[in-house]
């Protein structure tokens, strides 16, 4: 018995049918999109590479060649505040105008409201020589720098290494400001008590 020929149309219907769901399994890559999803990220990975690179390793001798550079040595007066810079460091210690070493003493605020005095006593580092008379001439004002700034802080700006860290940082700050033009390195706090 010969099957129908419309059964066998459909036979090859399905079949054509399924050649076509074969060929659709496989579609067609976008190289766009393969350029985006691993092109871009290498791309990324590599920039941020030499980035690193460059940030953490190279950049070194910089200081090294401003110094070769020879800024400073012209006699147009650039660079003359560092005719006295050398290798050494200086320390001063801060004295009032007869050469005795001074102390630092004020009241700074309290959260309890109780009275609470500050003593500090403090030196200077330089690489100048020199600085020992300019600081000794700007007494006056290095002294109301610092009575001023240590009267606005309350007691619990003074705990701790960062808080210390802070008040040296201040403290340079104004004795720079009072000695200007002149500069000093590093404040060097030698003595601090806080007394209730």
């Not at 008040?167 to 009072?178: I, Q, S």
């Amino acid at each position: 018995m010969i099957p129908p020929t419309g059964s066998l149309v459909m036979a090859d219907d399905n079949e054509e049918i399924e050649d076509d769901a074969e060929g659709e399994e496989a579609p067609k890559k976008n190289p766009l999109k393969l350029v985006l999803f691993i092109g871009l990220p290498v791309l990324i990975l590599l920039l941020a590479g030499v980035g690193g690179f460059m940030m953490f390793a190279g950049g070194g001798d910089d200081e090294e060649q401003h110094a070769d550079a020879g800024h400073g040595e012209d006699a147009d007066g650039h660079g003359a505040a560092d005719s006295h810079a050398t290798d050494e460091v200086y320390y001063y210690d801060l004295r009032e105008g007869d050469g005795t070493e001074e102390t630092i003493t004020t009241n700074i605020r309290s959260v309890t409201g109780r009275p609470v005095i500050v003593q500090l006593k403090i030196s200077f580092e330089s690489s100048r020589s020199d600085l020992g008379p300019i600081l000794e001439e700007h007494y006056d004002p290095v002294m109301d720098q610092f009575i001023m700034f240590l009267r606005e802080l309350r007691e619990d700006d003074l705990y701790g290494s960062a808080g210390m860290h802070r008040v040296k940082l201040e403290l340079l700050r104004r004795v720079n400001l009072a000695i200007e033009p002149d500069q000093i390195d590093a404040v060097w706090i030698q003595e601090f008590m806080i007394v209730d």
